[in-house]
């Protein structure tokens, strides 16, 4: 069990456990004030620390360990991710009371492109996105935010998913789920800190996707598709077959999307 089930799961996964989707948890005046300021504070200041980190990596090859652990404690606290495939994403949207699509704060930061793969969710009656500054986005308060059934929602991250995103949730201030968002490798602050400075601030799925080698055929069609290099090509038995590293797999399914021949499955880890 991962460690945001241990302290938030009360003995189950995480972000099953009602108790992160209760309605009093905006009653934390510092999460408003959090909530508030997130997308300066989140997103155009992490991109400019991310920057700085960079630099150092390249140089020496590795960051300080006080850093690292600073920069991962930190994201825990506040804006913290799990991938989860597309199954489980569809239960927590459905579950959701709102629905509403917004615009990636990611990609807005590196390119000013007002790409609308982020969703906003709220269990509760009063939503929190209603206190996010939209003129981050250049627009007026009542801009940006378009409201979606669940399957709606869910179908859009479907069709993202074919396109090779990988669906993440996101705390606004830990425990409290409030977002989803689906990533692409060159779009994505989480993903860039994990390829450029080898940091995770967001956490695998608990599944991992497992080969059956009966049944693969060695396109590499999986591998392709893999953003965190968690498969490669072996030999066996004369045959070239995909072998997925559980370490490094994230368990966000796109392998198994893409494999023509079913050979790949998701299990819990």
């Not at 080969?211 to 060695?218: K, M």
């Not at 590499?220 to 030999?235: N, P």
């Amino acid at each position: 069990m991962c460690e945001f089930c241990t302290t938030h799961g009360e003995g189950k996964v995480w972000y099953k456990n009602a108790a992160n989707y209760a309605n009093d948890l905006l009653s934390d005046l510092n999460r408003r004030k959090y909530i508030e300021n997130f997308l300066t504070t989140a997103f155009s200041e992490g991109f400019q620390t991310l920057g700085r980190l960079e630099a150092i990596y390249r140089k020496k090859g590795h960051l300080p360990k006080a850093v690292e652990a600073a920069l991962i404690a930190k994201a825990k606290t506040e804006h913290f991710g799990q991938v989860l495939p597309i199954e489980e994403i569809n239960v927590l949207v459905r579950k959701a009371r709102t629905v509403v699509r917004m615009p990636c704060a990611c990609r807005w930061d590196m390119e000013k492109k007002d790409e609308r793969c982020c969703y906003a969710v709220s269990y509760g009656s009063e939503a929190w996105y209603n206190s996010i500054d939209m003129s981050y986005f250049g627009k007026a308060s009542d801009e940006g935010l378009e409201s979606l059934t669940g399957e709606i929602a869910v179908k859009q991250m479907e069709e993202m998913e074919g396109r090779g995103a990988v669906h993440t949730i996101w705390t606004m201030m830990t425990p409290f789920i409030g977002a989803i968002c689906n990533c692409s490798a060159g779009g994505c602050l989480a993903m860039r800190t994990l390829s450029g400075i080898n940091v995770e601030t967001m956490a695998r799925a608990e599944h991992v996707a497992r080969v059956d080698a009966l049944l693969c055929s060695g396109c590499g069609l999986c591998d392709a598709a893999c953003h965190f290099k968690a498969i490669e090509s072996v030999t066996v038995g004369g045959r070239s077959i995909s072998r997925i590293n559980a370490q490094k797999c994230f368990g966000c399914g796109l392998c198994r999307r893409v494999c023509s021949a079913a050979a790949i499955s998701l299990v819990l880890r």
